[in-house]
């Protein structure tokens, strides 16, 4: 007779393979990560993650994901400065987390010579913008922003300066760097510059 499996073990499996395929990326990188590698890091066989994650890449693809979705929250707080504020923070914090320094080394492999990540990987950023697109909406909804702002321009304006500090300057990443990139997402919003017709006074100065 065939043992029953415990309750939950499919998925405490699941979240240690995916915790050790991101422990792999941050110690090797992307070129280098080995299902073998990810299997022993998380105490399983390596017959178990192929069961699941047919390639490599989909197994990465789904840590990258999997991290993202569990440690970027989508805030909504009913104001587009205070949205904004907490989404930059949180952004913020990843970065400098383990698993966020693991997916911005795979994602950026190829700007050093590795083998660069297949576009499933790069679509995790993708898709953590298109999740947050709903700020943007709900504030033009609600009259914070010109109607007709680009909700992705605005959002990727928030990020940019983040994403400098962390991979170019290498300067600190913390609430202040957050508050900033926020405001000036907000402000450049407000004046227009994302396709809405700006708010009186704002593009003038007055």
Do not use: C, Q
């Not at 907490?86 to 700007?111: C, E, F, K, M, N």
């Not at 109607?147 to 994403?163: E, H, N, Q, V």
């Amino acid at each position: 007779m065939s043992p029953v499996p415990s309750p939950g073990r499919g998925e405490k499996v699941r979240t240690a393979v995916l915790a050790a395929t991101l422990d792999e990326l941050g110690a090797h990188g992307y070129a280098a990560l080995t299902v073998d590698n990810v299997a022993r890091r998380a105490g399983v066989h390596k017959t178990t993650v192929y069961r699941r994650w047919p390639d490599r890449d989909g197994l990465i693809a789904d840590a990258l994901s999997d991290s993202v979705d569990s440690e970027i929250s989508i805030p909504d707080t009913g104001s587009i400065e205070t949205d904004l504020r907490a989404l930059a923070r949180t952004l913020v914090v990843w970065i400098d987390s383990p698993s966020g320094r693991a997916i911005l080394a795979a994602a950026l492999s190829d700007a050093v010579g590795l083998p660069r990540p297949p576009d499933s990987i790069r679509h995790v950023f993708r898709d953590r913008i298109r999740r947050a697109l709903p700020i943007v909406d709900k504030a033009m909804d609600r009259g914070e922003l010109p109607r007709g702002t680009d909700p992705a321009r605005m959002l990727k304006t928030l990020a940019a300066p983040i994403y400098m500090r962390a991979l170019i300057t290498h300067e600190p990443l913390d609430e202040a760097a957050a508050d900033a990139a926020a405001r000036l997402a907000l402000t450049a919003a407000r004046a227009g510059l994302f396709g809405g017709d700006p708010e009186p006074g704002v593009a003038s100065g007055a």
